[in-house]
């Protein structure tokens, strides 16, 4: 099993949609939680971490589930610009160095 | 402007030679990352290091190297070793501390072989 998994996608959904991604780790010790965004042929950003007790960030809500071990971001009123690559990003606990554990990515493509 | 910067954008070399890629940060970050980026998947380390004159394999070193003779400046080195080097090649960098760090990546380096 991959360390971290994600539905590759496409999502292809109109503006104004909600959607919702899930990411899925292996690691129990996982310690820190990210959701980055990589535009096509661009390098990632931080779009939100992810805290125990989830966080809200406009548009964008974040939520993590430590029992059965995934993250998830849900983007209300979707926008052209949300059209992305979403990366899930683990760190696990006893990682010495702050390795980034990253998942594949989901496509998501925000329709007119 | 604080950032990193990675330079070239496109680099084409011929197969069997080496070819070293450029990742400077003016962010007083100690911690800097190389990354590897195929298509349709996740990034996977390559090598990093946390502090001068040390650094540390990643999940995929095998035919890469690097140095850490300054804080600001962390080059990789493709060698003839790589079996597929073509790639999408990522620096980051993050500030020392907690795990809590978000990392800060570079415009990344599209290197072919041909």
């Known amino acids: 099993r991959k360390e971290v998994e994600q539905d590759p996608g496409p999502f292809n959904v109109p503006e104004g949609a909600t959607v919702a991604f899930n990411c899925t780790y292996s690691?129990?010790?996982?310690?820190?939680f990210f959701w980055y965004r990589q535009d096509c042929r661009k390098e990632p950003k931080l779009l939100m971490s992810?805290?125990?007790s989830g966080n809200e960030d406009g548009r964008f809500t974040a939520q993590l589930n430590r029992a059965s071990q995934y993250i998830s971001l849900l983007i209300r009123d979707s926008k052209l610009s949300d059209s992305a690559t979403y990366l899930c990003?683990?760190?696990?606990?006893?990682?010495?160095?702050?390795?980034?554990?990253f998942g594949p990515g989901t496509r998501l493509s925000v329709l007119p | 402007d604080g950032g990193i910067t990675q330079s070239p954008k496109y680099l084409f070399r011929k197969e069997g030679q080496n070819v070293t890629l450029s990742c400077e940060q003016n962010?007083?970050?100690?911690?800097m990352y190389w990354y590897r980026q195929d298509p349709g998947q996740g990034l996977r380390l390559i090598y990093y290091?946390?502090?001068?004159?040390?650094?540390q394999k990643g999940d995929i070193a095998e035919g890469y190297s690097v140095s850490r003779e300054k804080k600001e400046s962390f080059p990789l080195t493709v060698t003839s070793a790589q079996k597929n080097p073509t790639a999408f090649y990522l620096c980051?960098?993050?500030?020392?501390?907690?795990?809590?760090?978000?990392?800060?990546f570079g415009p990344g380096t599209r290197l072919t072989v041909l």
């Open positions: 990003v683990v760190i696990p606990r006893d990682n010495y160095g702050q390795n980034f554990v």
């Open positions: 290091s946390q502090i001068v004159n040390d650094f």
């Open positions: 980051a960098s993050s500030p020392q501390g907690d795990s809590y760090n978000e990392q800060f």
């Open positions: 690691n129990s010790a996982s310690q820190s």
């Open positions: 992810v805290y125990s």
């Open positions: 962010l007083n970050h100690d911690a």
